[in-house]
C-alpha cells in the first residue's frame, strides 16, 4: 500500500502535474519519507548486525507520531490540488482521485492505529528485557 501511495503520489499527480512540485506540500511530502527510511532502514541495519542502539528504537517508534500525520496531509493535500487540474485532462482522471481521496481518510486511520498498536508491542517488550 505504502509502494503504491508513493507511486501515484509521484508518477500520477506530480509528474503529471509538474506545478506541484513546486508547492510546501510537496517539500513536507519529501520530508516525511526521506527521514521516515532513513530511520526505519537505520533500525533494520542495526537489528541485523546484532546492535540495536536504544536511540534507534526510540526513533523508529515514536518518529512516525510525527511524520505520518505530516506525510499523509501532504499527500491528501497534493491529491486535492491535482483535481481541478485533472478534471481539464479527463473527468475519469477527477473522479479516480476523488475516490483515492475518500480511502485516503479511513486508511490513514487503520494505518495509524496499526503502527499505534506496534510500537505499544516493542515498547513493552523492551520494559520486559530490561526488568529481567
Same mark, same amino acid.
Given at each position: =500500500?505504502? /509502494?503504491? %501511495?508513493?507511486?501515484?503520489?509521484?508518477?500520477?499527480?506530480v509528474?503529471?502535474?509538474?506545478? *506541484?512540485?513546486k508547492s510546501?506540500?510537496y %517539500? $513536507? =511530502?519529501?520530508?516525511?519519507w %526521506? /527521514?521516515?527510511?532513513? /530511520?526505519?532502514y537505520?533500525?533494520?541495519?542495526f537489528? *541485523?548486525?546484532?546492535?540495536q542502539?536504544g536511540?534507534?528504537?526510540w526513533l &523508529?517508534?515514536n518518529?512516525?507520531?510525527?511524520l505520518?500525520?505530516l506525510g499523509?496531509? %501532504?499527500?491528501?493535500?497534493l491529491?486535492?490540488?491535482?483535481?481541478?487540474?485533472a &478534471?481539464r485532462?479527463?473527468?475519469?482522471?477527477a473522479w479516480?482521485?476523488?475516490?483515492i481521496?475518500?480511502?485516503?481518510?479511513p486508511? $490513514?486511520y487503520v494505518?495509524?492505529t496499526?503502527m499505534?498498536?506496534?510500537?505499544r508491542k516493542? =515498547?513493552?517488550?523492551?520494559q520486559v528485557?530490561?526488568?529481567?
Amino acid at each position: =500500500m505504502q /509502494v503504491a %501511495s508513493r507511486l501515484l503520489l509521484v508518477w500520477a499527480v506530480v509528474n503529471t502535474f509538474p506545478f *506541484l512540485a513546486k508547492s510546501a506540500g510537496y %517539500s $513536507s =511530502m519529501l520530508i516525511a519519507w %526521506s /527521514v521516515t527510511e532513513v /530511520v526505519r532502514y537505520s533500525y533494520f541495519t542495526f537489528t *541485523l548486525s546484532g546492535f540495536q542502539p536504544g536511540i534507534i528504537s526510540w526513533l &523508529r517508534y515514536n518518529t512516525f507520531y510525527v511524520l505520518y500525520p505530516l506525510g499523509i496531509s %501532504s499527500e491528501c493535500w497534493l491529491i486535492y490540488k491535482a483535481i481541478e487540474p485533472a &478534471r481539464r485532462v479527463r473527468q475519469e482522471f477527477a473522479w479516480a482521485l476523488q475516490l483515492i481521496l475518500f480511502i485516503y481518510i479511513p486508511g $490513514s486511520y487503520v494505518l495509524f492505529t496499526h503502527m499505534m498498536a506496534q510500537r505499544r508491542k516493542v =515498547m513493552r517488550g523492551k520494559q520486559v528485557q530490561k526488568a529481567e
